[in-house]
């Protein structure tokens, strides 16, 4: 039998590589973990979750501060924010959480720690650093890049991406984003809150194009009221770096040309498999531009390599990407097979409000033929969110034609943790039932969720049969009042 350094080797220290790692290190697995960068993390906790979510913390803040009077507060006249400490913040942020991201840490569970630019020479080498490390498997989880179109005039244009927003030195003035996907309309928002003049471009009719469009318009209605301009429908047609602004030409969906002008472009138009220098055609590894091919137990198509997170071009979620470390640990070390099942994988947008997403939404359940119906809940009939002041938005439940939750969509405060609820119900089989009886605390925004769940109950239980049936076994004696009569007590 072929003799290795390593039992397996992980190429990528962000959210899927730092899951198989500390799995298969804690397991007694001799593991070798290869990151490119100073630091380990990845995307997420440098360029993308941690930072966004901090500087989306700072920008709700300052979101309120400017509308204290709502909340009965005296009218605050606020200065201009300073970005160089919002910056600060999200650093002191990242700071603190780096210590559990970091080789101190991974060395202790029991594994080696190497900082390169690795590339395989052969099915089960890579050389780094001028030192050859063999493994029995390896695991790619190298992440993605924000995507560059050619768009013409693009790359003479001093442009951003995730990789520089959340390290500006000052505010930009006005920002153009391209794309409004979760990553565009995240930032849209959180700078326009901050005092961005922002202007969003997307091709499709409608942002979030994953979501149901009666959600995502929900969110661009909010948006929009808060001063971000939409141009949807629209194609960018060219770029240009005219010194201390820049110019994005669009052709608009009734075909007309508009220049558009600002201080900044963020690049955010989706995102590309990190597969290059990784030495993946010397050793004949199939990839696309969207990422690397696996089966459904996250092979590629050379049995000992696996391939998780974003680099395989599925689902781009830090949830998504520990949940494929979880399922490499089962196949490479337990060597129990097992298969990824994406069906209530839930995410969320962190607008304010934000929308996430669990199982069917209507979209999905079409285009899978599958027949549902749709029951909701608004936000303006929680007692919490109106305490709050959070009343825009609802919560959309779809069943299934035997009656069973399929999934749920929430766009409203904070749809993500009461996706908790349903996952686990929807994993767990649940009944609605049951969470429609169950007992939630008072008042909270969690109590949409059980109210959702009753609505599909109440017309049955509340009907017309039920009450017949009473008074005919119990002789009740039906109204109290004239129902005509009402409005006259
Ligand atoms: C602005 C933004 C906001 C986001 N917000 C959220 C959110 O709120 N919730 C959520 O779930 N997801 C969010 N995401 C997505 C999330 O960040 C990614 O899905 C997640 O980081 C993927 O993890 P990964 O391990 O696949 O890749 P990464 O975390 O990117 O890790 C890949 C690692 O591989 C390293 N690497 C790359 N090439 C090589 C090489 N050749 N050799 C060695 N190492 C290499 C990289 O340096 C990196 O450390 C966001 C992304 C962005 C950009």
Redesign the pocket.
């Known amino acids: 039998m072929a003799e290795y350094d390593y039992d397996i080797g992980v190429?990528?220290?962000?959210?899927?590589?730092?899951?198989v790692t500390s799995g298969a290190a804690q397991l007694g697995a001799k593991t070798l973990l290869?990151?490119?960068?100073k630091?380990?993390?990845?995307?997420?906790?440098?360029?993308?979750?941690v930072?966004?979510?901090t500087l989306i913390k700072t920008a709700h803040v300052y979101h309120w501060m400017k509308n204290a009077e709502k909340f009965g507060l005296p009218a605050l006249d606020l200065p201009p924010v300073d970005f160089r400490e919002i910056s600060k913040r999200i650093k002191s942020v990242i700071d603190t959480i780096q210590p559990h991201d970091s080789k101190e840490r991974f060395c202790n569970l029991g594994a080696r720690v190497e900082f390169?630019?690795?590339?395989f020479i052969d099915e089960h080498s890579i050389r780094l650093n001028g030192h050859t490390y063999s493994a029995k498997n390896w695991v790619i989880?190298?992440?993605?890049?924000?995507v560059v179109p050619p768009i013409r005039g693009l790359d003479k244009t001093d442009y951003i991406?995730?990789k520089e927003?959340?390290y500006l030195d000052h505010l930009p003035k006005s920002m153009i984003v391209l794309g409004g996907g979760?990553?565009g309309t995240?930032?849209a928002q959180a700078f326009c809150r901050l005092g961005t003049e922002v202007s969003v471009v997307n091709r499709a009719p409608q942002i979030l194009a994953k979501e149901d469009a009666d959600m995502a318009d929900a969110v661009k209605e909010v948006l929009s009221a808060e001063g971000v301009n939409f141009y949807l429908n629209s194609s960018i047609e060219e770029v240009n770096d005219l010194g201390r602004e820049k110019e994005v030409k669009i052709k608009t969906g009734e075909g007309s040309t508009l220049s558009l002008k600002a201080e900044t472009v963020l690049v955010?138009l989706g995102?590309a498999a990190?597969t290059?220098?990784?030495g993946l055609d010397k050793i004949g590894v199939e990839y696309t531009p969207r990422g690397i091919k696996v089966d459904n137990r996250l092979k590629t198509n050379l049995k000992h390599i696996y391939a998780?997170?974003?680099?395989?071009g599925g689902?781009?979620?830090?949830?998504?990407?520990?949940y494929?470390?979880g399922i490499v640990i089962s196949n490479a070390i337990f060597r129990l097979p097992r298969k990824v099942d994406y069906t209530f994988l839930p995410?969320?947008?962190?607008t304010d409000p934000p929308l996430g997403s669990i199982g069917m939404n209507e979209k999905r359940a079409a285009a899978a033929g599958i027949k549902y119906t749709v029951w909701t809940e608004e936000f303006k009939d929680n007692d919490r969110s109106l305490a709050e002041g959070e009343t825009i938005g609802k919560i959309k439940m779809l069943l299934d034609e035997k009656e069973k939750p399929i999934g749920v969509q929430i766009m409203g405060p904070h749809a993500g943790d009461l996706l908790g609820e349903w996952v686990a119900i929807l994993n767990g089989k649940v009944k609605l039932s049951t969470l429609a009886a169950a007992i939630h605390p008072y008042p909270t925004i969690g109590e949409i969720n059980k109210k959702v769940a009753g609505s599909y109950f109440s017309p049955k239980i509340f009907s017309e049969k039920v009450q017949k049936g009473l008074k005919f076994f119990f002789h009740l004696k039906g109204r109290a009042c004239a129902e005509d009569a009402c409005s006259e007590q």
Request: glycine share 18%; with cysteine; proline share 6%.
């Open positions: 190429i990528g220290g962000g959210a899927g590589g730092l899951t290869v990151e490119k960068e630091e380990l993390g990845g995307d997420c906790l440098h360029f993308g979750c930072p966004s979510k390169g630019q690795p590339a989880a190298t992440g993605s890049s924000p991406t995730n927003i959340f979760p990553i995240e930032m955010a995102r990190n290059n220098d990784l998780a997170g974003d680099i395989n689902f781009q979620f830090t949830h998504a990407a520990g494929e470390g995410w969320c947008t962190y």
